[in-house]
């Protein structure tokens, strides 16, 4: 069965400053694997998405997520956070009609 | 587009009542998904449908039931609900293929089960 682990629970992060959240996932073949970011009180968004090909891929709000296949991991990153990327961040695995397995989250906190 | 919709936005039911949880979608997409949502645990697929007609049970199907008559509406029926049912639900839609595509989440219906 497919599972993801976010190993971090909280993350604090001072404004301006370098992110990277951690993903690690098990799953028996090429995985489709997303970041989502959901702030308090509102649905998910989607951040980024890798199916196939360049394994570094960019997403919205300056994010990126580099897949590596030898580590099974597939990280968050972003150069330097703002107050507003506060927030819970969600990796996901998926294929098919079997919808997303996500993994428990990461709360993202942003210190002045 | 107004994309993925969810009514109620709150709702507080009694044990043993039945409720269904309204999700409609106006991208024309074949899948469509629920999940609840609990603090600490992700999101947990219930139940999902490839198209009109067609449902399957997901991770945590028990105490829920579905249905798909159009391909815009995707209802969620609670038939007698209990307090572990408490929790924030959320449906979703994507186009299907051999592939996911990126799924388009609703707003979420904040569920209290007294």
């Known amino acids: 069965a497919q599972s993801v682990t976010q190993p971090d629970i909280h993350i604090t992060v001072s404004e301006g400053a370098s992110l990277e959240l951690r993903c690690n996932y098990s799953y028996g073949a090429t995985p489709y694997l997303f970041w989502y970011v959901q702030s308090p009180g509102q649905g998910l968004q989607l951040l980024l998405k890798?199916?196939?090909?360049?394994?570094l891929v960019q997403g919205i709000k300056g994010f990126e997520a580099e897949f590596k296949r030898s580590q099974s991991s597939f990280n968050l990153r972003k150069p330097s956070v703002h107050w507003s990327d506060a927030a819970e961040y969600f990796c996901?695995?998926?294929?098919?009609?079997?919808?997303?397995?996500f993994g428990k989250g990461t709360h993202l906190i942003i210190q002045p | 587009n107004a994309g993925v919709t969810q009514t109620p936005k709150f709702q507080v039911l009694k044990t043993g009542q039945s409720m269904t949880l309204q999700c409609a979608q106006d991208m024309n997409h074949e899948y469509m998904s629920w999940y609840r949502q609990d603090p600490g645990m992700g999101l947990r697929l219930i139940h999902y449908s490839v198209g009109a007609g067609i449902t399957d049970q997901g991770e945590v199907p028990n105490g829920y039931n579905v249905s798909r008559s159009t391909t815009e509406d995707f209802p969620l029926r609670l038939l007698s609900a209990a307090p572990s049912q408490t929790s924030v639900y959320f449906c979703a839609s994507s186009y299907f293929s051999a592939e996911v595509g990126e799924q388009f989440f609703g707003p979420g219906t904040r569920l209290t089960v007294l």
């Open positions: 996901a695995v998926g294929e098919g009609a079997d919808g997303l397995t």
């Open positions: 890798y199916f196939s090909g360049d394994t």
